[in-house]
């Protein structure tokens, strides 16, 4: 169960967006984990990338340069990928119950969706003003 201080936190901050869904992948993966060898070999899989969305959305706020930060948001959005293939395998394999995963999976979706617009964003090059002309 998410902490209750946590779970009143705005949705639109990223941040505690992916630290939220971070926990709420801890609490499903309890879950899924208490199942069979192979429940708790795809809870392992889930957690670890789950939980490094927002590991590494931290990290690339503390990235050097555009360029890095970039190179960050790439892992998150892959993290996020994987995330979401992880938690479609459980339920496509009926590991879990839809109604208690499908929360999760449209918010690794929406997670995939935004920073796939995220690091499309910032691989862009800066827009450079146009010299204006000098008078003479």
């Known amino acids: 169960m ?5 779970a009143r936190m705005p949705a639109h901050d990223l941040r505690e967006r ?27 899989q889930l957690i670890r990338s789950g939980t490094s969305i927002g590991a590494n959305f ?23 990928r994987e995330t979401h293939y992880w938690l479609r395998l459980v339920v496509a394999s009926d590991l879990a119950k839809p109604d208690e995963v499908q929360d999760v999976v ?3 979706s929406e997670l995939v969706a935004i920073f796939t617009t995220a690091v499309t964003k910032a691989k862009r090059p800066l827009a450079t003003k146009p010299d204006r002309e000098v008078e003479t």
Do not use: D, M, N, W
């Not at 998410?2 to 946590?6: G, R």
């Not at 971070?22 to 192979?38: D, M, P, Q, Y």
């Not at 931290?58 to 996020?80: D, I, N, Q």
């Open 18 to 44: 992916t630290f939220r869904f971070a926990c709420r992948i801890v609490t499903f993966c309890r879950k899924l984990s208490v199942g069979e060898s192979l429940q708790r070999q795809i809870a392992r």
């Open 106 to 108: 449209s918010e690794a």
């Open 2 to 6: 998410i902490h209750e201080s946590y």
């Open 58 to 80: 931290e990290e690339a706020h503390g990235a050097h340069s555009r360029r890095e930060f970039a190179c960050k948001l790439s892992l998150v959005l892959r993290e996020a």
